[in-house]
């Protein structure tokens, strides 16, 4: 089956609420080679005027992940996930992610191409406060790698 380009424009419903944990910064922060001390220490997040530490800004992919796992699991999507490559991942933050916020995500497929013999599925997945307010919005492109 190959992808279905219909899916441009389609969209999922908001993902249950993430809690960012504090530990869960840290390790994330710990496992990309993160040195800034307001991912790994309280007081140095509040003296930068933060509430608690920071994340990293590709943490915003743990949150995403759950809405890309929406589009993975669509079998109208036609998408095979032992032949998708990651092909491009950007973000727009609003604000940064911190330790006590609880996220949800809105997951929208921008745009499905064919480009020899291989589809490639932009996402943008849009990341939001409990209010509602704009965090990040993270875009990823999946490559889905065409038969041999």
Same mark, same amino acid.
């Given at each position: 089956?190959?992808?279905?380009?219909?899916?441009?424009?389609?969209?999922?419903?908001?993902?249950?609420?993430?809690?960012?944990?504090?530990?869960?910064?840290?390790?994330?922060?710990?496992?990309?080679?993160?040195?800034?001390?307001?991912?790994?220490?309280?007081?140095?997040?509040?003296?930068?005027?933060? @509430?608690? $530490? *920071?994340?990293? +800004?590709?943490? !915003?992919? =743990? %949150?995403?992940?759950?809405?890309?796992?929406?589009?993975?699991?669509?079998?109208?999507?036609?998408?095979?996930?032992?032949?998708?490559?990651?092909?491009?991942?950007?973000?727009?933050?609003?604000?940064?992610?911190?330790?006590?916020?609880?996220?949800?995500?809105?997951?929208?497929?921008?745009?499905?191409?064919?480009?020899?013999?291989?589809?490639?599925?932009?996402? @943008?997945? $849009? *990341?939001?406060? +409990?209010?509602? !307010?704009? =965090? %990040?919005?993270?875009?990823?492109?999946?490559?889905?790698?065409?038969?041999?």
């Amino acid at each position: 089956m190959s992808v279905n380009p219909d899916l441009a424009g389609r969209s999922y419903p908001a993902t249950s609420p993430y809690l960012v944990g504090r530990e869960k910064v840290r390790e994330f922060a710990r496992a990309v080679l993160s040195a800034d001390p307001t991912s790994h220490d309280v007081e140095a997040a509040r003296a930068a005027g933060f @509430d608690d $530490v *920071v994340a990293p +800004p590709t943490f !915003a992919v =743990v %949150v995403q992940e759950h809405a890309l796992a929406q589009l993975l699991a669509d079998d109208d999507a036609g998408i095979d996930f032992s032949r998708v490559v990651h092909g491009d991942q950007r973000f727009s933050f609003t604000r940064p992610i911190v330790a006590g916020d609880e996220l949800t995500a809105t997951l929208t497929v921008v745009s499905v191409k064919t480009l020899a013999g291989n589809s490639m599925v932009t996402a @943008d997945t $849009v *990341v939001t406060d +409990p209010s509602g !307010a704009h =965090v %990040v919005t993270a875009t990823s492109t999946l490559v889905v790698r065409g038969e041999a």
